[in-house]
């Protein structure tokens, strides 16, 4: 909800709302009654009111009370709407009176608020809230909520039109009065990031000159300053604040002609359009600056004019700085009765507002003027006076600047300890990234290293492939080939026909067997051991029984680890080479077999009662090669014990972990 949200909550440039409100056609309280009667919907009703309220009765509380008890009285309105906005508008009533009450509402408003997700009116109240407590010169809760609000304002973003440099230039304000301007500096900067507005932006352009003053920073001060003086069409106040506080820059920085010309141009400006709270004391400043020139006619002459000023409205605080300066004035003409009546009439002033603190150099000016009326005895007793509060005013500065240089420790502090956090916590995302790059980098290595690993794997699956079809098979082609061509050559020999014919159907019964032996092996539906296990029971009982072999076989059929292709495949030969080699050649008629796991260990062992071999005699043949061969394909371990007459054993053992 947008209510005006530069009239409700521009608390740091005072004057340029000032100047607005001065060309804003009034409203009455009966004349936003009259407007909002002709509105039908009841909730368009409240936000009339509520921006109505806010645009044209800031300043007069009793009017705003009254609105928020029409509001109360609005009917078909959720309820808490009404609590919001009618706390809203009290929040603002209270805004001038009283700061405790002010935060009260502003506290109510905000928690309504932020459930109606009306979040413009919701950081206009904590803007307001924050603004309160630094009025109490609490100044650490003051900051805590300005950045709690500028971290809500980021995060929403989009979802709120408030401007953010509201916020960034109250924080400023707050910072300049605790003498913190090198984090004013900042805020006004980052003021500067977000607004437009060439009259706003010089309004915060002199606070930023102002903090430079402070660190004695003076050419950067006018550097900052001076661009303002390009702008047309500024507004009468902030063109008036700029040329006057370009002056002090420059008296501060010696060129005196320069300042005095500056000064003019801004006191000519606020007294020709009438401006609240700069007119009457623009004119003061510049009339004392007269009297440091020693230019007596023409600090008369602004005398003269305060006598009679063009705002007849002033605060106690601004007559205690008049009455200061008319008895300057009237002391350096001599003119010591009228000088002496100007100092008694400062100095009441201040007693009756409590406003000691403020009489600088008034008792010294009527201790001159007692003086010059041969009153010597008061005129002691007054320059005793001023001793006094000159100690007075040296001790309150004293615990003042204790005080606010203890509130800009304590924020610096704070600062330090935000820019420690976000440090570290920049650090942390650093980190975190590095990690999850690292990370990204390992898998990626990982996944190469595994897409490598199993081309490498497929790769040599293939080219053991190509071997046992070339070892099992070529033998056996090339034998059914030259058979073929034999038996054409004897066709007409029926029984030598007939012979071959048989050896060549026995050579393709065998490399049918090979190539189903190859075709299992590669089959990723057999990779499990109880397949596995089966057809080696399967094919020992075969080739045994149909050889009148008596055998028992002790094979496990639990195995509880997966079995891979190779390991399989290799197994698989190395047992049908065993079996095979036995039942042709072994002459045997027992045969043990046993096939067991222990943990991932693969134990094989078979033996045989046959006529058993000498190894070193075995000349032909590659059925041992390729036993030991294969068992090395799979990290295996072999032990042959055989000898003629003795039978044979095979030992193996196999870790396929």
């Known amino acids: ?43 368009e009703k409240l936000r009339k009111y509520v921006e109505m309220g806010n645009r044209f009765l800031r300043n007069t509380p009793d009017s ?69 407590y630094q009025r109490k010169n609490s100044f650490l809760e003051a900051e805590s909520l300005f950045l709690n609000a500028i971290s809500y304002k980021q995060e929403l973003d989009e979802q709120t039109d408030y401007p953010i440099q509201f916020l960034y230039g109250n924080l400023g304000n707050l910072y300049v009065r605790v003498g913190a301007h090198d984090l004013a500096i900042d805020m006004f900067e980052k003021f500067m990031e977000y607004e437009d507005n060439p009259g706003s932006r010089c309004n915060i352009m002199a606070k930023l000159g102002a903090s430079f003053v402070e660190l004695q920073q003076y050419d ?60 009457n004391s623009h004119l003061i400043r510049l009339g004392k600056f007269y009297l440091d020139l020693d230019r007596l006619e023409d600090a008369d002459s602004m005398a003269t004019k305060t006598k009679n000023p063009v705002i007849p409205y002033s605060r106690p605080n601004e007559d205690i700085i008049k009455y ?40 010294s000016l009527k201790s001159d003027a007692l003086a010059g009326l041969g009153r010597m005895d008061e005129a002691l007793a007054s320059e005793r006076k ?34 420690t956090a976000n440090l570290e916590i920049q650090n942390i995302r650093l980190r975190n990234m590095a990690i999850i790059i690292c990370m990204i980098l390992t898998a990626g290595y990982i996944l190469y290293r595994y897409r490598v690993y199993y081309l490498l794997k497929e790769e040599r699956t293939r080219n053991q492939i ?20 034999a038996a054409l050559r004897v066709r007409k020999d029926p029984i030598e026909s007939q012979r071959f014919l048989e050896v060549i159907t026995k050579s393709a019964v065998e490399a049918k067997e090979k190539i189903n032996d190859i075709i299992w092996a590669i089959d990723p539906s057999k990779d499990d051991w109880s397949v596995f296990l089966k057809k080696c029971k399967r094919f020992a009982a075969d080739v045994l029984d149909s050889n009148d072999i008596t055998y028992s076989m002790n094979i496990d059929d639990s195995f509880s680890f997966p079995v891979e292709l190779e390991v399989r495949q290799n197994l698989w030969l190395i047992f049908k080479e065993c079996i095979t080699n036995l039942s042709k ?50 990290n295996g371990e072999v032990e042959l014990i055989t000898d003629e007459g003795t039978g044979t054993t095979w030992s193996f053992t196999f870790n396929v972990s």
Not at 348 to 358: K, S, Y
Not at 604 to 625: H, L, R, S, W
């Open 220 to 279: 950067k001060a006018i550097e900052t300053l001076s661009p303002c003086l390009e702008i047309d069409n500024l507004p009468p106040p902030i063109k008036a604040i700029t040329y006057t506080n370009l002056s002090q820059m420059y008296k501060l920085n010696g060129d005196t002609l320069q300042s005095l010309e500056l000064m003019e141009r801004g006191a000519s400006i606020s007294s020709q359009f009438r401006i609240p709270t700069l007119a």
């Open 324 to 363: 200061e300066f008319l008895s300057a004035v009237e002391l350096k003409k001599k003119n010591y009765s009228q000088s002496l009546e100007y100092a008694e009439r400062a100095i009441g002033l201040a007693d009756e507002h409590n406003l000691n603190l403020m009489l600088q150099e008034v008792y």
């Open 386 to 419: 001023q001793r006094i509060q000159n100690e007075e005013n040296f001790k309150a500065e004293k615990e003042k600047r204790l005080s606010m240089m203890t509130v800009r420790y304590q924020l610096q502090n704070k600062e330090d300890a935000l820019n």
């Open 466 to 485: 190509a071997r046992d079809l070339h070892d099992d098979l070529s033998g056996t082609l090339s034998s059914i080939s030259f058979f073929s061509e």
């Open 64 to 132: 705003l009370f009254e609105i928020v008890e029409d509001i109360d009285a609005l009917e078909g309105i959720d309820a808490k709407q009404k609590v919001a906005f009618s706390s809203l508008l009290k929040a603002n009533a209270w805004r001038i009176l009283n700061a405790d009450s002010t935060i009260y509402y502003a506290e109510k408003a905000s928690l309504s608020l932020v459930d109606l997700k009306e979040y413009d009116s919701y950081l206009m109240m904590e803007n307001l809230k924050a603004s309160q």
């Open 585 to 634: 050649h072994a002459n045997a008629t027992e045969v043990e077999i046993t096939l067991t796991e222990k943990g991932s260990i693969v134990q094989m062992k078979i033996t045989d009662n046959g006529v058993g071999f000498d190894p070193d005699k075995i000349k032909n043949g590659n059925g041992i090669k390729n036993i030991r061969y294969r068992a090395e394909q799979i």
């Open 1 to 43: 909800m947008k209510l005006l949200i530069s009239l409700g909550v521009l608390i740091w440039s005072y004057s340029v709302v000032a100047h607005a409100q001065q060309r804003m056609p009034a409203m009455s309280l009966d004349d936003i009654r009259k407007q909002i009667q002709q509105v039908e919907r009841p909730e």
